[in-house]
């Protein structure tokens, strides 16, 4: 489990090899996704494959905490970019 602060990001938009779940516990912020950035709040379950460019952060004035499972799976391999 995290917690971010107000107005606060743990890292800016990121990619790995794992795949990712975050479920937001409470509070609300933004989830970026490939580029695209959508409004986040209690109960919201986002995912993020292999090699997604993802990142969260609070955008509000409250604390946000959300669970992550990250995972491996056998493989995976990190793509060509073009």
């Not at 937001?24 to 970026?32: D, L």
């Not at 580029?35 to 004035?61: C, Q, R, V």
């Amino acid at each position: 489990m995290l917690e971010f602060l107000p107005e606060k990001q743990l890292q800016p938009p990121h990619e790995h090899a794992e795949e990712e779940f975050q479920h937001v516990i409470s509070g609300s912020g933004t989830w970026t996704l490939n580029g695209k950035e959508s409004p986040i709040k209690k109960g919201d379950l986002m995912y993020a494959k292999p090699w997604d460019m993802h990142g969260i952060s609070n955008t509000s004035s409250d604390t946000l905490k959300f669970f992550v499972m990250k995972w491996v799976n056998k493989g995976v391999v990190k793509p060509v970019k073009k």
